[in-house]
């Protein structure tokens, strides 16, 4: 007997069939065949949810909780939320997070993740879900742009992340490194978090802006960290005009003015200095770009990108790290695999040690597109106005792509090259991390560093949950580790 339609079986039928694959086709890893993953149905195999819809559109099911309740579980414990509802009501799903009531469906599934990296920049808009960001890094950030401005920006900058210029910051990278860790306790416990943010903030000033006056470099060093560092509260205080003369709005503010004086005189110097040819930090590649460049970019573009690089390039990178130093103390094989690769000068293993915590903790949890208009996901049309948000804790914790998704296996990436719908804690397409391959060099110079000087013990039982802050998710009690000398 046919059973009776509700209003929502459209909608089961279409999620079914796109989560599905074809019976016997794998992934790259060599997994099952994924009609068979548990997300892509709800218990009993009913996704329970009331029917969405957006401009008259119906969207995928999801829960019924207030807006506002929805917004602050998913910004608080996306690792947790976003499993949750997958289980509930299968992917797509659909969350109403926004303040303008515009819905949000999560995706995960290969094809659909495929489709939304794949779609054009010019319909895929990424700028706008960063907003928030606008006081801090300034109109002209790369983060906040879309479309052709965004398109110009990224050739610009994009040559500054060559694979040449990636080794040669690399020198520079290690030096910073050496000099930091020096500074770090011989033994004992620490909250590595802590210490590996102080590691990439220098990391990131000094390959962004060189070393042309250390004494420059050293007073807006807390003034910089302050600033890049703030929290939610005091970003969403700095775009409410009267807040901004109240403290600790105030003191925001005055720490950009300051900041913004610094580059401007930084970049100033950098177009006259004779030297500039053989300068090899970023500023300075960056200025020799644009004076060869008809379109080259302005002071006040080229303060906000600098302003973006320092805030994008060095809490994700201390976080990253600060999850593979409590991967590597509670597994000690793995740790001294490292160790014998790094004797032997190998970097094969650690790639793979990395790509594994990016994977298992990625740092960033989803990424976002509001579509400008129309565009077919995963076989399903969505209208104009609707954001689509390719979870990458989901992808990353899918048992068809990755057997024992929880389980911590480096093992799984020796040999492989993940696919970029598989694996992307860097996001993707056009939008994808303009930094990614500096963040891997850094990532493996730190573990070479540390493990060199290091045996990483856990404590207790090594775990910690993941914590939310700004976008990025952090160790809950930042990473506590013993160090042991080696
Ligand atoms: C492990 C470290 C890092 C992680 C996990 C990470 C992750 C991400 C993610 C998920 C995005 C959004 C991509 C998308 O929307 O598809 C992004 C964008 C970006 N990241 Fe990173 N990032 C890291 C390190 C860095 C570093 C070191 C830099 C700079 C040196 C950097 C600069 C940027 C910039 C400028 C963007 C905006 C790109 C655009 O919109 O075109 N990131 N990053």
């Known amino acids: 007997m046919r059973p009776r339609l509700n209003p929502i079986d ?6 079914a069939v796109n989560v599905r694959r074809p019976a016997g086709v794998t992934g790259v890893h060599g997994r099952a065949d994924r009609g068979s993953e548990p997300a892509a149905v709800g218990p009993g195999g009913s996704y329970g949810g009331r029917m969405i819809s957006d401009a008259g559109h119906r969207l995928p099911p999801g829960p019924r909780a207030p807006r506002l309740l929805q ?28 303040p303008r009531g515009r819905k949000v469906v999560a995706v995960s599934e290969p094809a659909q993740v495929k489709d939304v990296f794949a779609g054009s920049p010019s319909v895929f808009h990424a700028g706008k879900g960063n907003d928030l960001l606008r006081p801090l890094l300034g109109d002209h950030s790369l983060l906040l742009q879309d479309g052709d401005e965004h398109a110009r920006a990224r050739r610009l900058l ?3 992340f060559g694979r040449r210029e990636i080794a040669g910051y690399r020198e520079l990278v290690e030096e910073v490194t050496a000099e930091q860790l020096s500074r770090w306790p011989r033994s004992g416990r620490v909250r590595a978090h802590v210490l590996l943010n102080q590691l990439t903030l220098e990391v990131i000033l000094r390959v962004v802006f060189g070393v042309t006056d250390s004494a420059r470099l050293d007073r807006m060093r807390p003034i910089v960290a302050r600033a890049v560092d703030a929290g939610p509260i005091v970003m969403i205080g700095l775009g409410i005009g009267p807040l901004r003369r109240l403290w600790p709005w105030s003191r925001e503010v005055r720490d950009l003015e300051t900041i913004h004086e610094f580059l401007g005189e930084e970049i100033e110097a950098a177009r006259r200095d004779p030297a500039l040819e053989k300068r ?5 590649l960056l200025v020799r770009a644009s004076a060869s460049d008809a379109q080259g970019l302005s002071d006040a573009e080229l303060r906000d990108q600098l302003m973006t690089l320092v805030a994008a390039g060095h809490e994700t990178t201390a976080t990253a790290m600060a999850w593979s130093m409590l991967e590597l103390a509670r597994h000690p094989r793995v740790q001294e695999r490292c ?13 793979a040690v990395l790509k594994e ?4 903790h990625p740092v960033v949890p989803m990424v976002m597109r509001e579509l400008q208009e129309p565009a077919t996901i995963g076989g399903r049309t969505y209208p104009r106005g609707v954001t689509v948000s390719p979870s990458i804790v989901l992808a990353h914790r899918s048992p068809g792509t990755y057997p024992s998704p929880g389980d911590f296996d480096p093992g799984r990436f020796l040999g492989e090259v993940p696919t970029p719908t598989e694996w992307l804690p860097f996001g993707g397409g056009a939008r994808r991390c303009i930094g990614a391959s500096f963040a891997m060099m850094e990532g493996e110079v730190i573990l ?9 013990e856990p404590v207790g039982g090594g775990r910690e949950w993941p914590r939310s802050r700004n976008v990025t998710l952090y160790p809950w009690r ?9």
């Open 10 to 15: 459209d909608d089961e039928v279409a999620i």
């Open 71 to 98: 917004a602050v579980l998913a910004l608080a414990a996306p690792a947790a939320v976003f499993p949750a509802a997958a289980r509930r009501y299968g992917v797509p799903f659909t969350l109403d997070l926004m």
């Open 158 to 160: 994009a040559p500054a």
């Open 280 to 284: 090899r930090d970023l500023l300075a």
């Open 339 to 351: 160790v014998a690769e790094i004797a032997g000068d190998g970097s094969e293993y650690l790639d």
């Open 357 to 360: 915590v990016l994977r298992l």
């Open 448 to 456: 070479r560093q540390l493990l060199e000087r290091y045996r990483l």
């Open 478 to 486: 930042r990473a506590r580790v013993d160090l042991r000398p080696r």
